[in-house]
């Protein structure tokens, strides 16, 4: 049975899509291995087992192809175009388009098949050559309207949508805390939020007992937003459905955070507006500041994460960036226990992006 190495070089090899011409990328992350192909993109998940994830066998993976393909054609329609099926035969391998099956050979593993985005049109591009405009935002406002209007309530108990951060919390003392790490603050930005979380238990469980937890996206950031007309938002989180429970607007705080963090500190607020007006739910301002504080430890927790590999890609970009993120939360929290102590119930467009600047 051939091994990971050898499905890769297959798949790196442009005449496998038929032109041996084609100008190839290999992009790996740290899930799957991503392959760009003139007009297509095939996605391959990686055979790896994480607590949040189990992608291990031949079965977990074409399961969970079949979920992106399927959850993704909610905010993506017509950009996912199916999966894909390596196959081996007689010493060779063939990727069959799955409308091809069944076929001679013994399937491998299964790949994505997208259609390739305009990476001139991706938000994170654009918010770094300067050219987002509001009106752009306000056709994200409104895919994101119609989708949350449409997304299925999650049935949950408030105490268990609480556990929820606390158990992130844990996984972030458990990684943010190692002492090979050394990150400044990062004890302090941890014990603040769990303070915050203390105080603010009754407005997760408020946003609980009014059925505002819906089946999201679960990894909204700029990187997985085009504005294309009307515009698409991709890779949603598929291998843990727990994961993509989430709030609208802890998804919008997710969202924000990331665009002001790279440069761009007026679309959040736009963003929480619109989609509180779309909603007819304006969040209240502490809670903005909680879920963005929650974010930015998750995001510090997942940079920090790729130390622990065998072997780490660019071991020297994630404890800058993690830092960066733990200042976040801190300056996010400060936020929350301002709006806390006075009781402050401030319009969308005041919640979305703390006092400080990136």
């Keep these: 049975m051939p091994d990971i190495k050898a499905k890769l070089k297959f798949l790196q090899a442009p005449e496998t899509y038929g032109d041996s011409s084609l100008h190839l990328e290999c992009i790996e992350t740290h899930m799957s291995w991503v392959f760009l192909v003139d007009q297509r993109v095939f996605k391959l998940k990686k055979p790896v087992c994480f607590p949040f994830l189990d992608f291990s066998t031949l079965k977990a993976r074409e399961f969970y192809c079949r979920e992106e393909v399927r959850l993704n054609a909610r905010l993506a329609p017509g950009i996912y175009l199916g999966v894909m099926a390596l196959q081996w ?75 929820r951060f606390q158990c992130a919390q844990a996984s972030n003392r458990e990684v943010l ?31 609980v007992s009014r059925q505002r937890i819906l089946d999201g996206h679960g990894d909204l950031r700029p990187e997985h937003v085009c504005l294309m007309q009307p515009p698409v938002v991709f890779d949603c989180l598929e291998f843990n459905p727990q994961l993509r429970q989430v709030d609208p607007f802890d998804e919008m705080a997710y969202l924000s955070m990331e665009c002001d963090m790279a440069g761009a500190p007026w679309i959040g607020p736009q ?21 963005t504080a929650h974010c930015a430890l998750l995001r510090a927790r997942l940079a920090m994460a790729h130390l622990l590999d065998p072997q780490p890609r660019l071991p020297e970009k994630w404890p800058p960036l993690a830092e960066r993120y733990i200042a976040r939360a801190l300056s996010a929290t400060d936020d929350f226990t301002f709006a806390m102590r006075h009781g402050t119930l401030e319009s969308p467009a005041q919640t979305a992006v703390p006092r400080m600047q990136w």
């Design 271 to 291: 963003l929480v507006s619109g989609v509180a007006n779309a909603l007819a739910d304006p969040p209240h301002a502490a809670l903005m500041h909680l879920y």
């Design 89 to 163: 035969c007689d010493g060779a391998f063939a990727l069959v388009p799955e409308a091809q099956l069944p076929a001679p050979g013994e399937t491998v593993d299964w790949l994505v098949a997208m259609r390739r985005l305009p990476f001139h049109r991706m938000l994170h591009h654009l918010i770094a050559t300067h050219q987002v405009t509001p009106k752009d935002i306000d056709s994200l406002i409104d895919l994101f309207g119609s989708f949350y209007r449409a997304a299925p309530a999650v049935p949950l108990s408030g105490n268990d949508y609480l556990g």
């Design 177 to 207: 805390l190692r002492p090979q790490f050394r990150l400044q603050n990062a004890a302090l930005a941890l014990d603040r939020l769990s303070a915050a979380l203390a105080l603010g238990a009754d407005l997760l469980r408020d946003r």
